[in-house]
């Protein structure tokens, strides 16, 4: 059964960068299933950030193009997120997850989340 | 178009049919994921595509689409139902993700 877990800094100060990144086990980043992040504000709705194909083809939300970074790295089993120029508005609970193959469905398995705040 | 409408909240008697809707222009075109998701957990997926529920998921969640309208039926809904409602479906592109902004079910 695959799992995956986040990990980063729990705080980022304004005007700086996101780093986070998930590990999964119980199976493998190569196959044919996609991964996204996604994030929820405290008290708020979900959205989904991007995702990444183990080819390392992405897409991210057009509402965050030009601060997002999705990679993809095969040999630790992992994928990561890169968000820039955070604002306050960036704070939330960032979910990695598993989708379907051939992105039929997003989020099938999904990480704990791990909030992250933006302030100084 | 890349909005998707939910009523923010709705509620059931326990054991009674309840069905939640998600509006779209995208949904003419691509199939609604539906997510239950519970205070401080992540979210699950319960139902997805032409009515496809992963493992595990009972019998009683249901999904249909009409139009530019998805929706979620609960059949005989239950004390543990209760939460958070997302349906999400790929844009008109078919590149990206969206959400619905959630529905608050409770079962009374």
């Known amino acids: 059964q695959v799992q995956l877990q986040e990990s980063g800094p729990g705080l980022v100060k304004p005007s700086g960068t996101l780093s ?26 979900l959205e989904w950030i991007g995702d990444i194909f183990h080819s390392g083809t992405t897409y991210s939300t057009p509402s965050l193009m030009g601060r997002v970074t999705i990679s993809v790295d095969k040999s630790k089993n992992q994928f990561s997120l890169t968000l ?37 | 178009s890349s909005e998707l409408t939910q009523d923010p909240a709705v509620s059931v008697a326990l054991g009674q049919t309840v069905r939640i809707t998600c509006q779209g222009h995208s949904l003419n ?20 595509g032409q009515n496809i529920r992963p493992s595990g998921i009972p019998d009683r969640f249901s999904a249909s689409r009409s139009g530019n309208t998805a929706s979620l039926t609960i059949t005989g809904a239950q004390a543990d139902d209760e939460g958070d409602y997302y349906c999400n479906s ?14 608050k079910l409770t079962v009374l």
Do not use: M
């Open chain 1, 84 to 120: 820039t120029s955070v604002t306050a508005a960036d704070t939330a609970v960032y979910y990695c997850a598993r989708d379907l193959p051939r992105r039929e469905a997003a989020g099938e398995s999904w990480g704990r989340g791990i909030l992250v705040t933006v302030a100084s």
């Open chain 2, 90 to 103: 790929r844009d008109t592109t078919g590149d990206f993700w969206v959400f619905g902004g959630g529905t």
């Open chain 2, 29 to 48: 075109f691509n199939f609604a994921g539906w997510y239950q998701q519970k205070p401080g957990e992540a979210p699950i997926l319960v139902v997805y």
């Open chain 1, 20 to 45: 986070l990144t998930c590990a999964v086990t119980g199976a493998s980043v190569s196959t044919t299933h996609w991964w996204s992040w996604l994030r929820q504000p405290p008290g708020k709705g």
